[in-house]
């Protein structure tokens, strides 16, 4: 397992297209995290599964995002209607949570959107 | 509602000095503290914290968590270019917001030759 991996690395879209990005976590992993980051800025959390259970929303998250983990295994994240202002760093993290083998979270590369 | 505070935000520093970066937190059924660093794109782990006085170190980096004045430091000596970054504190809870991982805004750290 080489890591959390994201899909793609970079996407470039126009204004009001729809977007989808994939996370790979860490295959014993158990949760996972979705995040969006600015420059200069540190993460800003959106949302996060434990197992196939979305377990908790940003309030600031807008009903144009929408993330799915339907397995349990790679999440998928999809903003609908793209403004301007979603253009940042979209950046997917795994960790393992149990009793005494907890882990930190592992982040991916982060997939860098722009919105045109 | 649980909260990370980083200081400074940023920092400039010259080759060889010594920086100490701050993270205080406010939260609920605090589990543990990290640190990570950020180049260009993911953050890296560097440290977890979960014992109070106890110095955890890695080469010319330390980390040491204060749990009566809730912060923590994280010390960099003979600082190098490379250490150039942003550097992220976040504090695992149980059972609290953000996915129990509430994050920091960053310390963006510069080195000059």
């Known amino acids: 397992d080489t890591g959390v991996s994201q899909d793609p690395r970079h996407k470039i879209t126009k204004r009001g297209q729809n977007v989808t990005f994939r996370c790979d976590p860490i295959s014993e992993h158990n949760r996972l995290y979705w995040y969006r980051q600015t420059l200069g800025q540190g993460p800003e959390f959106l949302t996060y599964?434990?197992?196939?259970?979305?377990?908790?929303k940003s309030r600031l998250l807008s009903d144009r995002f929408s993330a799915e983990r339907p397995k349990g295994s790679f999440s998928t994240l999809e903003i609908q209607r793209t403004e301007q202002g979603d253009s940042a760093m979209y950046l997917c993290?795994?960790?393992?949570?149990?009793?005494?083998?907890?882990?930190?979270?592992?982040f991916g590369q982060g997939t860098r959107l722009t919105v045109v | 509602e649980d909260k990370v505070v980083q200081s400074p935000l940023s920092l400039v520093v010259h080759e060889g000095d010594t920086v100490t970066l701050n993270c205080s937190y406010e939260?609920?059924?605090?589990?543990?503290l990290l640190w990570y660093k950020q180049e260009k794109k993911a953050p890296t782990f560097l440290f977890m914290l979960?014992?109070?006085?106890i110095e955890k170190k890695s080469g010319r980096l330390s980390s040491i968590l204060d749990k009566k004045e809730l912060s923590s430091i994280l010390n960099i000596t003979a600082t190098q270019t490379g250490d150039s970054a942003i550097y992220l504190c976040a504090v695992e809870t149980s059972g609290g917001s953000q996915g129990n991982l509430i994050f920091g805004k960053g310390t963006k750290l510069s080195v000059k030759p």
């Open positions: 599964f434990q197992n196939e259970a979305q377990l908790e």
């Open positions: 993290a795994s960790s393992l949570v149990n009793r005494g083998r907890d882990t930190e979270a592992f």
């Open positions: 939260v609920t059924n605090f589990r543990s």
């Open positions: 979960t014992s109070s006085g």
